[in-house]
């Protein structure tokens, strides 16, 4: 393990033009490497110094060591990042601590899972790309944004696009991995408040990063929406899961076609059932929410579904 620098100290060391250009520079001359070789490219201290606009080589010298071990790693070929240096090159160059760019509401397919309205809207609402009901102008989904993919995105594009991610993500999290910094994520699954309980939705999961102490919420029906055993089941019938948004799958739980319910306590155990016509896939869950049980039925009441 290496020694901890307060973070003060560490963000500090990027209070200077020099360095952060030298930090840009070097991910800049590793993307033009032609490379076929997987390990990090190093760039020496004359590649280094005919990219950066820096008066002497002492000054040069000075900010290189001022930026290594903490955000390079010097060898004898010269320099490449460090994780941290990685990160902070990553983020410097995404330009993802500025602002994201505001988009025009979108108006986007989806159900609201309070009134049942089918229009929906799609906006930038702070750092969240927010869908509201056009009826009861409640938010449905939100969903952080970056500013790069609102730039590298637009229009039905960025829809697609958070879709995609929201369904990366919300599968990494049921896996126990924080999206965010990949840390370890503890989960419990909590009763809602009165207030904020529907006819369909009593169960919230709750993931918390042990890490970077990100939260993570969903309905617990949520939980397996995105599972290899939905994502099979779904394939089946032509629907491709993975690339529908949470407020897709709104109409579901809406209509009471998908259901999640406590079936024991002492521990708890919950059930999930997702019904199509007359096929059913039902899922059970622990107290953690961890998937113990799949099973594929046909439903006994096709004649009342149908
Ligand atoms: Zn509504
Ligand atoms: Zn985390």
């Known amino acids: 393990m290496g020694v901890k620098e307060p973070a003060n100290a560490v963000f500090g060391l990027l209070s200077d033009e020099t360095r952060v250009e030298i930090l840009r520079a070097i991910a800049v001359a590793e993307s033009e490497h032609e490379n076929a070789d997987p390990s990090p490219a190093e760039l020496s201290f004359s590649e280094i110094y005919e990219r950066i606009n820096v008066d002497n080589t002492s000054k040069l010298s000075y900010h290189l060591g001022e930026l290594t071990e903490t955000f390079l790693r010097k060898s004898d070929d010269g320099y490449s990042f460090t994780h941290a240096g990685e990160q902070i090159v990553r983020f410097l160059l995404s330009g993802n601590y500025e602002k994201p760019a505001d ?56 829809v697609d696009n958070v879709k995609q991610k929201q369904a990366i993500d919300y599968e990494q999290i049921r896996r126990g991995t924080c999206p965010e910094c990949a840390g370890r994520l503890s989960t419990e699954v909590a009763r809602l408040p009165e207030s904020q309980r529907t006819e369909t939705i009593r169960h919230l999961v709750v993931d918390r990063c042990r890490e970077c102490l990100r939260r993570y919420n969903s309905p617990l029906t949520y939980r397996v929406a995105y599972h290899p055993a939905s994502v099979a089941f779904h394939w089946d019938r032509g629907i491709d899961i993975t690339s529908k948004g949470l407020w897709e799958l709104h109409g579901h739980v809406y209509e009471g076609r998908w259901v999640s319910e406590r079936i024991s306590t002492d521990p708890d155990e919950y059930e999930i059932v997702l019904r199509y016509d007359g096929d059913i896939l039902r899922i059970r869950l622990d107290s953690y929410a961890t998937i113990t049980h799949t099973e594929r039925a ?9």
């Open 298 to 306: 046909r439903s006994r009441d096709v004649a009342d579904q149908e």
């Open 103 to 158: 988009f025009d509401p979108q108006p986007t397919s989806g159900t609201c899972l309070y009134c049942g309205e089918t229009t929906l809207i799609a906006q930038l609402h702070h750092q969240y790309f927010q869908i509201e009901c056009a009826s009861c102008e409640r938010p449905v989904s939100a969903f952080p944004i970056t500013p790069a993919q609102a730039r590298s995105w637009t229009d039905n594009d960025l």
